[in-house]
């Protein structure tokens, strides 16, 4: 069984920057594609960054880009979300997840949701004005 579990999130004032991790445990990580979505108060679930299992191609939302960098240490298992120069509406909840079964080349695959087959709880950053 893969377990996710986010950290890094908090409060921080706009301009600022925080850092995600999501540690994962079961399987082996490095085989795995990776994503972080966020879901703000009222709003469904949105992409935000992702990679493939080589870790070659990464895939942001425009929101995002030139923000944001996702990266992977696979010596730790552990997967990153790098935010700077927040914004308000960066306000969310911030989740990982881990697609296994697929082997796809091109990040922009895993911009939906329907890809993943495990997800974290959620770490909640709040980025006041």
């Known amino acids: 069984q893969v377990q996710l579990v986010e950290s890094g999130g908090g409060w921080v004032q706009a301009g600022g920057s925080l850092r995600l991790s999501c540690a994962v445990s079961?399987?082996?990580?490095?085989?795995?594609?990776m994503g972080w979505f966020r879901q703000a108060s009222g709003k469904e679930r949105e992409f935000v960054a992702a990679d493939t299992w080589s870790g070659a191609s990464t895939y942001y939302t425009d929101s995002v880009w030139g923000r944001f960098t996702a990266s992977r240490d696979n010596t730790r298992n552990t997967w990153y979300l790098q935010m700077n120069s927040l914004k308000p509406e960066d306000t969310a909840l911030y989740y990982c997840?881990?697609?296994?079964?697929?082997?796809?080349?091109?990040?922009?695959?895993?911009?939906?949701?329907?890809?993943?087959?495990?997800w974290g709880q959620g770490t909640r950053v709040i980025v006041s004005s």
């Open positions: 079961g399987g082996t990580f490095s085989m795995y594609a």
């Open positions: 997840a881990a697609a296994t079964g697929s082997r796809s080349y091109d990040a922009s695959y895993f911009s939906s949701e329907g890809r993943y087959d495990y």
